[in-house]
């Protein structure tokens, strides 16, 4: 069965500064996309980077990047030089990439962005 | 529209109550997704359609609960005899290429349903 873990519940990091929010899942598929999503206290899911399995490359989105490592089946969010902006909860999400709709999603991480 | 439209945005009900929930997905997207989302977790998947087809319903919770999309663009969702565990944030979503790896998931700000 697919499953994906977050293991940090909640996080800090000071403006400016980088943050990893970690990601690891589980799954016996060969081909699987992974995504991340962030959800602000307003409630929006809001879309933020996708890796297909298969990728060669990390996904980058402007200060997002994903730090994907399949033998270890991790898929780690970086965002690089916070912004009060980027506090939210942000989800790690992980689909068959036949049906990328149908995502399992883990328990969330909060992040909380110090002024 | 913009982006993916959800009403009402709150619905309070009493148990025993039906109610239906409504999704208006971006224009021109083919597959549309209905998630439900309890406080402090993440979206549960409960059903998809690609057109008007319903192409899985495996994580509908039980049979008090169906989906449809009859002409391919606005789905509703209905949830029959509701129940207290019942309440929760029901989101739905949409994405241009059902399948496609690269195309995502755009969601709704969703409906927040109570069950009194």
């Known amino acids: 069965a697919q499953k994906i873990t977050q293991t940090q519940p909640g996080m800090f990091v000071q403006e400016k500064e980088a943050v990893t929010l970690d990601c690891t899942y589980d799954?016996?598929?060969?081909?699987?996309?992974l995504f991340w999503y962030k959800q602000p206290s307003s409630g929006e899911m809001i879309f933020l980077i996708y890796?297909?399995?298969?990728?060669?490359q990390n996904a980058t989105e402007g200060r997002y990047s994903l730090n994907f490592q399949k033998a270890r089946k991790s898929a780690n969010l970086v965002i690089s030089a916070s912004q009060l902006g980027d506090s939210a909860m942000y989800f790690c999400?992980?689909?068959?990439?036949?049906?990328?709709?149908?995502?399992?999603f883990g328990q969330g991480t909060t992040l909380q962005v110090k002024p | 529209g913009a982006g993916v439209s959800q009403s009402p945005r709150y619905k309070v009900t009493k148990r025993g109550q039906d109610v239906a929930l409504r999704c208006d997905p971006i224009?021109?997207?083919?597959?549309l997704y209905w998630y439900r989302q309890a406080l402090g977790q993440g979206p549960e998947f409960l059903t998809y359609?690609?057109?008007?087809?319903?192409?899985?319903k495996s994580g509908l919770p039980n049979d008090r609960f169906s989906a449809e999309r009859p002409e391919g663009s606005i789905s509703t969702l209905t949830i029959q005899r509701t129940e207290q565990r019942d309440s929760a944030m029901y989101r739905c979503?949409?994405?241009?290429?059902?399948?496609?790896?690269?195309?995502?998931?755009?969601f709704g700000n969703g409906t927040r349903l109570t069950v009194t």
């Open positions: 979503a949409s994405s241009l290429y059902g399948g496609w790896g690269n195309s995502p998931l755009h």
């Open positions: 799954t016996s598929d060969p081909s699987y996309g």
């Open positions: 890796q297909g399995s298969y990728d060669q």
């Open positions: 999400a992980m689909g068959p990439s036949g049906n990328t709709g149908k995502l399992i």
């Open positions: 224009s021109g997207h083919v597959s």
């Open positions: 359609f690609n057109y008007e087809a319903q192409q899985d």
